[in-house]
């Protein structure tokens, strides 16, 4: 480990990292960071990777994950003028699937999708989930 307890040796498989301490490789996995620090590239292999795109403000805007060079799935995600995720879209193998997010203040209160609400509570005075 160096100074500030990072892993420098693993003996059982490659592990290489950049700086700001973000990881490159590891196993089979690749890694690819844009200039801010996203992750825009996950590969495990040759046969499976998956995209990600970001807008101006660093928010996640859409997923893609190929294998055997077909599209798998594609994810689009919104967001309201706070910054925070409202809506998610989904195609995956064909299946449509989508995702609003209801918000009190900075706390998620809702995801609902189609036939299905999940309800989000939370210990008092924190942003900590029950």
């Given at each position: 480990?160096?100074?500030?307890?990072?892993?420098?040796?693993?003996?059982?498989?490659?592990?290489?990292?950049?700086?700001?301490?973000?990881?490159?490789?590891?196993?089979?996995?690749?890694?690819?960071?844009?200039?801010?620090?996203?992750?825009?590239?996950?590969?495990?292999?040759?046969?499976?990777?998956?995209?990600?795109?970001?807008?101006?403000?660093?928010?996640?805007?859409?997923?893609?994950?190929?294998?055997?060079?077909?599209?798998?799935?594609?994810?689009?995600?919104?967001?309201?003028?706070?910054?925070?995720?409202?809506?998610?879209q989904s195609e995956i193998k064909g299946q449509s699937?989508?995702?609003?997010?209801?918000?009190?203040?900075?706390?998620?209160?809702?995801?609902?999708?189609?036939?299905?609400?999940?309800l989000y509570l939370y210990e008092p005075g924190s942003?900590?989930?029950?």
């Amino acid at each position: 480990y160096d100074a500030a307890a990072n892993r420098l040796n693993f003996n059982t498989s490659r592990f290489d990292h950049v700086k700001d301490n973000r990881l490159k490789q590891w196993r089979n996995h690749e890694y690819k960071y844009d200039a801010w620090g996203n992750l825009i590239e996950k590969a495990v292999g040759i046969v499976r990777w998956q995209t990600f795109t970001y807008d101006c403000e660093n928010r996640l805007v859409k997923t893609e994950t190929m294998a055997d060079t077909q599209v798998e799935s594609t994810s689009s995600y919104q967001y309201d003028s706070l910054g925070r995720r409202v809506g998610k879209q989904s195609e995956i193998k064909g299946q449509s699937d989508q995702k609003r997010f209801l918000w009190q203040g900075l706390r998620m209160l809702r995801e609902e999708s189609p036939g299905q609400s999940s309800l989000y509570l939370y210990e008092p005075g924190s942003y900590a989930p029950l």
